[in-house]
């Protein structure tokens, strides 16, 4: 029984040794690269067609995969360069294949980042491409002697490669904590004195009247990413000079075409929110960026939330949505390339790609052809029983894919919130378009075409009911603590619950009561006679402290509720 036994031992030894040797000739070689080549191919189609579902679905299991899909693609890509580089013979699909590859290293608009950390690495990400550029140049250069003719190609498809790592460099940058504070600069200096450029007596929550909230400044991506002058500190100051290149929330307001109307093309206020929205987002990066406003910008700003977003009875359902796409626009700005692509004169740049990508693609089926028809001894290629390359059915596969990922990355595009909020400003700019029935027509259409923003459900630990939960010692323990988030004992989320209309009708009745500001919960011990005894409880340390108070305290409550 032993000798058998190790008879299969050698026996699988054997099999992993030929299978080995096989992989290191050319035609293993080529097979890998062929492999890995479609693998990235599909990971990029993956990762643009999911990207923006992690906002919306706040899957464990979808976060894994995008996880993994993001990290491998990187490591694959290197990996098959290296083979290309390595291999003992030629193939004039190589460079096209290994432009591609960086190509799709920076494809996914949805999906620039995985966490706030990937942002930080803005610089290690640029010379990681500035590497991997190199390698292909040299692989070109290679190939050029005897493919004249692909020169045309290689040009085309490095503009291509050149705009796509340009964005997502600059999108990494822009969201990094350095960059976040040059970017938002010219926003916190505008807001700082935004409450004088108009007489507070006239200031009008509902028509916006005096609310010159920005929504859009004609800057350019440079100064945006870098700011205006590189000699500003922190500490100076340079007020934004509000002409008409500068859109507002009042100017937005007051637009006088139909389709902003309030009486006519624009009935429930939804097309005007969006701008409303991202002028909000605006502040809202302040917070993240560490500037601080004047205590008459709060001040307004309150006065907005009370008497003009939670005005109407139904104004929770305004509230809430006013609340989500600010907060669409807030994540799209740290994870995806959405607010480099729509910065101006970025569109152009886009309109450019598109162009070089279909003239490319249409050259790449001629060279195809030629190669199909013309072939060289010395050439490794896998050949089916018809007479076809496998080679060229890898690259009409990846042409294939590549087109799909950008006409799905146009649509999601064409229809996100910064498209919508970028038509609603020149329609308020150009009076031309004001009187054009067929152009409001067709921005009324992208503004109203909605996908769920967020996935609407409400995500809690319960401290109680978790403590005796521990965790699996097999996925977590002092090996894959290196590999794996540590989940500590009693560190388990509750079910998801969906946010039912009742709990916003709760949260804007108490909004609306509020008269000044806010005062972490006391107002509301002294409207149930209960302050003197629990008051204690709203002024601990930490805000961490009088979070677990409370919520403990509401565990003990829903426990003693006798089932009915």
Same mark, same amino acid.
């Given at each position: ?10 026996? %699988? ?7 080995? &040797? ?94 706030? $950390? ?13 590497? %991997? ?48 504070? %040059? ?53 100076s100051t340079k007020s934004l000079e509000v002409n008409e290149d500068v859109i507002t929330t009042e100017k937005v307001w007051a ?13 429930? !206020? ?50 809430? %949505?006013?609340? $989500?796409? $600010? ?98 400003? &020149?329609?308020?700019? &150009? !009076? ?11 921005? !009324? ?120």
């Open positions: 029984m032993r000798g058998r036994g190790m008879e299969k031992v050698n026996q %699988r030894v054997t099999n992993a040794n030929v299978v080995l &040797k096989t992989l290191q000739t050319p035609e293993g070689m080529l097979a890998q690269i062929e492999l890995f080549v479609g693998l990235v191919a599909f990971l990029l189609l993956f990762l643009a067609g999911c990207g923006s579902l992690r906002r919306r679905h706040n899957n464990p299991m979808l976060q894994v995969v995008l996880w993994a899909a993001y990290t491998l693609s990187g490591y694959l890509i290197t990996y098959t360069f290296g083979l290309m580089h390595e291999s003992p013979f030629s193939n004039p699909l190589f460079p096209l294949w290994a432009t591609f590859l960086m190509i799709f290293l920076g494809s996914s608009n949805s999906f620039s980042a995985y966490s706030l $950390e990937d942002n930080e690495q803005w610089k290690k990400y640029a010379w990681q491409h500035m590497v %991997r550029f190199v390698g292909l140049l040299v692989l070109w250069t290679s190939y050029l002697t005897t493919l004249p003719l692909t020169l045309v190609v290689f040009l085309l498809y490095f503009i291509v490669m050149l705009l796509k790592a340009n964005e997502r460099a600059l999108s990494l940058m822009t969201a990094s904590a350095s960059g976040l504070q %040059r970017t938002t600069k010219w926003v916190a200096d505008h807001m700082s004195s935004e409450h004088q450029l108009s007489n507070p007596c006239e200031t009008d929550p509902v028509t916006m009247n005096g609310y010159k909230y920005v929504v859009r400044a004609k800057q350019t991506g440079f100064e945006k990413s870098f700011g205006e002058v590189a000699g500003l500190t922190q500490n637009c006088k075409g139909q389709l902003l109307n309030s009486s006519e093309g624009d009935l429930d !206020g939804k097309l005007k929110d969006i701008c409303l929205s991202y002028a909000l987002y605006l502040l809202l990066l302040l917070r993240f960026s560490g500037y601080s406003l004047p205590e008459e910008a709060h001040e307004k700003a309150w006065l907005l939330i009370r008497e003009g977003i939670l005005q109407k009875e139904n104004g929770y359902e305004r509230a809430f %949505r006013v609340a $989500e796409v $600010e907060l669409t626009f807030l994540h799209d700005f740290f994870y995806t390339n959405y607010p480099i692509i729509f910065q101006a004169g970025r569109l152009q740049l886009k309109v450019m790609e598109f162009s070089c990508l279909i003239i490319g693609t249409m050259l790449t089926v001629i060279f195809m052809v030629r190669n199909t028809t013309k072939r060289e001894d010395d050439v490794v290629q896998f050949v089916t029983s018809n007479g076809l390359s496998v080679d060229v059915l890898v690259t009409t596969v990846i042409l294939m894919v590549f087109t799909c990922v950008e006409l799905v990355q146009l649509f999601l595009m064409a229809i996100s919130e910064w498209a919508k909020v970028t038509l609603l400003c &020149k329609y308020v700019q &150009k !009076g031309s378009w004001q009187e054009s029935r067929r152009i409001e027509k067709l921005i !009324g259409q992208i503004c109203r075409t909605h996908l769920k923003p967020w996935g609407r459900n409400l995500r809690q630990c319960a401290l109680l009911e978790s403590y005796h939960y521990s965790p699996s010692r097999f996925l977590y323990n002092s090996f894959t603590i290196a590999f794996l988030d540590v989940v500590r004992r009693g560190q388990r989320q509750r079910a998801p619950v969906r946010l039912s209309p009742e709990v916003k009708k709760a949260v804007f009745r108490s909004l609306r009561n509020r008269i000044g500001k806010l005062e972490n919960g006391q107002a509301s011990l002294r409207l149930n006679n209960v302050s003197d005894e629990l008051s204690w409880a709203c002024m601990l340390e930490t805000q961490t402290q009088v979070i677990m108070v409370w919520h403990i305290a509401t565990s003990f409550l829903e426990h003693e509720v006798p089932v009915s």
